[in-house]
């Protein structure tokens, strides 16, 4: 009885260190990719190129779409359609900001310049290399 207690008010903090994106660490962004960079242990990659703005939806333990592919400074806008909390952590530190977002809410980043695989997780729901994860797959502009 005393030890649960003690655990209890530990787990709300624990929540909100994971809910900032603070467990972040550096890996390999093309780490499950084919030889082209393309993830392929995230499903279909939804080609998005060309448009100025997309929106994925961060639905309970998933993204909609897992993979995007866009261009270069294209918006891209994390919607919570859930009811839990999630947030948008790169895999690899800095590559870009983590997004935290709560039900109902939304967050925004730009695509990075550099053509690269860019990876994601929730820090909540998974992990790096299981759970709920993504990935942004930024291509050369035309």
């Known amino acids: 009885?005393?030890?649960r207690r003690l655990?209890?008010?530990l787990i709300p903090v624990s929540l909100l260190a994971a809910a900032a994106g603070a467990c972040s660490s550096a890996s390999d962004a093309t780490s499950g990719s084919s030889g082209t960079g393309v993830p392929d242990d995230l499903g279909d990659v939804t080609d998005l190129t060309g448009?100025?703005?997309v929106t994925v939806d961060v639905v309970d333990n998933s993204y909609k779409p897992r993979a995007v592919k866009v261009s270069p400074g294209t918006k891209i806008?994390?919607?919570?359609t859930g009811v839990n909390p999630h947030n948008v952590t790169p895999n690899e530190d800095g590559s870009f900001d983590p997004i935290s977002v709560i039900p109902g809410q939304s967050g925004s980043m730009t695509a990075p310049t550099n053509p690269s695989t860019y990876r994601y997780y929730c820090t909540i729901?998974?992990?790096k290399s299981s759970g709920q994860r993504g990935a942004i797959i930024v291509v050369p502009a035309p």
């Open 1 to 3: 009885m005393h030890l």
């Open 51 to 53: 448009q100025s703005a």
């Open 77 to 80: 806008t994390f919607t919570n």
């Open 7 to 9: 655990l209890i008010p």
């Open 125 to 127: 729901h998974g992990g």
